[in-house]
Nanobody
Framework: QVQLVESGGGLVQAGGSLRLACAAS????????MGWFRQAPGKEREFVAA?????YYANSVKGRFTISRDNAKNTVYLQMNSLNAEDTAVYYC???????????????????WGQGTQVTVSS
């Protein structure tokens, strides 16, 4: 089992920045693909970004968000810049041993999930 704990969420004004962190513990593996997803009220959970040996981004965040990982700390980060109201959601960290490119943005391949952290952007 892998346990994931997100942190760093909060309230920020439009145009501002936040950095989310996801700390992994348990049977961690640096080869796992780590992903960030988000879910706004009344909407389905959607892909934001992921990282294994390369990075993946949703079109809606490309150029504004940056995903990175520190394997020594078993932590994945999501730096979010130029935030807008549409970025308001609960952000979830997830992990999977799967590395097939076309599957990365799909929630179903991720075996482990964190509890989520709320990000609210005020306009």
């Amino acid at each position: 089992q892998v346990q994931l704990v997100e942190s760093g969420g909060g309230l920020v004004q439009a145009g501002g920045s936040l950095r989310l962190a996801c700390a992994a513990s348990g049977r961690t593996d640096s080869r796992y693909t780590m992903g960030w997803f988000r879910q706004a009220p009344g909407k389905e959970r959607e892909f934001v970004a992921a990282i294994n040996w390369i990075t993946y981004y949703a079109n809606s965040v490309k150029g504004r968000f940056t995903i990175s990982r520190d394997n020594a700390k078993n932590t994945v980060y999501l730096q979010m810049n130029s935030l807008n109201a549409e970025d308001t959601a609960v952000y979830y960290c997830a992990a999977t041993p799967n590395s097939r490119d076309r599957m990365i943005p799909t929630t179903t391949i991720y075996e482990f999930w964190g509890q989520g952290t709320q990000v609210t952007v005020s306009s």
